[in-house]
């Protein structure tokens, strides 16, 4: 495989996670910030739940004081389909080496499956932003696990009713 074909295989990660949870139970745990802050980084979010509307996430305590700014990752929502579909652009600001990429893309889908189970795929569109792939692949120590920690956490959290740092 040369370079250039490792490179353009490792520019969109796919994570896919099946939940005991209702679709709009999954909507609400990534859109709302009541629920955001209880899984994964435990950070608030904030959504202006239009195409074109922004979002933002905020650095908690903890991050604050790492030096971390208030708004960590900035963004804007691209498609949505409640609570179905979730396309949205997504900037890492908190550090300077993934602030100088360009944004790149995530998209949240939430399919019914059976049982009661729902199946969650995040795919991230990393085209032109290599640190930022290796952030959300877990891949930067100081950036904890990335995408497959908070999918985890999140799957514990609406199946337990508490998130791993919760316990």
């Not at 085209?127 to 877990?138: C, F, K, L």
Request: proline share 6%; charged share 20%.
């Amino acid at each position: 495989m040369t370079a250039t074909t490792a490179e353009k295989a490792a520019t969109t990660q796919i994570y896919r996670v099946f939940i005991r949870a209702t679709p709009q139970a999954i909507w609400d745990a990534i859109t709302r910030p009541e629920w955001a802050q209880r899984y994964g980084y435990c950070v608030p979010v904030e959504y202006d739940m239009r195409a074109g509307g922004k979002f933002r996430a905020l650095a908690n305590q903890g991050m604050k004081g790492h030096g971390a700014p208030d708004v960590i990752i900035v963004g804007e929502v691209i498609e949505l389909d409640p609570p179905r579909k979730l396309v949205q652009t997504w900037h890492p600001v908190w550090d300077p080496e993934g602030a100088a990429e360009p944004a790149t893309t995530v998209t949240f889908e939430i399919k019914q499956d059976q049982g009661g189970v729902c199946k969650l795929t995040v795919t991230h569109d990393l085209e032109g932003a290599p640190s930022t792939a290796r952030t959300v692949g877990g891949q930067n120590e100081q950036a904890g696990g990335g995408w497959a920690w908070v999918l985890s956490d999140l799957k514990t959290l609406l199946e337990s009713g508490k998130g791993l740092s919760e316990r």
